[in-house]
């Protein structure tokens, strides 16, 4: 408005000077009018008013535009914290999972090595017995095998060295050993 006030006085004193001097021809005169009345209609048609009005409007819908970027940027906050928790409840979840893993494979890693222990001894105790068995199978084996061997060399002997009626006295004593016996 002070530049329009400027021009305006500027012009107003050349039109004075000018007016003493040639009158109503001078061009500065007709400026300095044509001016001033647009000046005045600028004024009566209220531009300013419409103007001031036109940005404000634009103000508003910018401050409206800067407002919905504010909240989309709170949202995008809260969208991205809440990923972020998520983030760590999943890490967290994921950390309680493997220990979970971990302490279950221990336990059937101790319990695979437990059973493999009670299936060695048992297997092993098993053996023992067979052997034992086979010990005792052949002992017996031995033992009925010397009490044939020695029964038929007894015999062998007897026959060659006892006479007929010594022969018969034996046995008859056997028989008669027998019968007490049982």
Not at 13 to 24: C, I, R, W
Not at 163 to 180: C, F, P, Q, R
């Amino acid at each position: 408005m002070t530049l329009i006030s400027f021009v305006f006085l500027k012009t107003a004193e050349h039109g004075a000077a000018a007016a003493s001097d040639s009158g109503l021809s001078d061009p500065r005169l007709w400026v300095f009018f044509s001016l001033a009345i647009l000046v005045a209609v600028v004024v009566w048609k209220k531009v300013p008013a419409m103007v001031a009005k036109s940005l404000d409007e634009r103000a508003s819908v910018i401050q409206a535009e800067l407002d919905d970027a504010r909240r989309l940027r709170e949202e995008a906050q809260e969208l991205l914290a809440s990923y972020e928790r998520r983030g760590r409840e999943a890490e967290k979840e994921a950390e309680d999972i493997i220990a979970q893993a971990k302490h279950e494979a221990e336990l059937f890693a101790r319990d695979a090595r437990e059973k493999l222990q009670d299936v060695l001894q048992r297997r092993a105790e098993a053996a023992t017995r067979k052997i034992a068995q086979a010990e005792a199978r052949a002992a017996s084996e031995v033992r009925e095998h010397a009490a044939a061997l020695a029964s038929a060399t007894a015999r062998i002997a007897l026959e060659q060295s006892l006479t007929k009626t010594a022969h018969s006295k034996l046995v008859n004593e056997s028989i008669d050993e027998l019968g007490k016996s049982l």
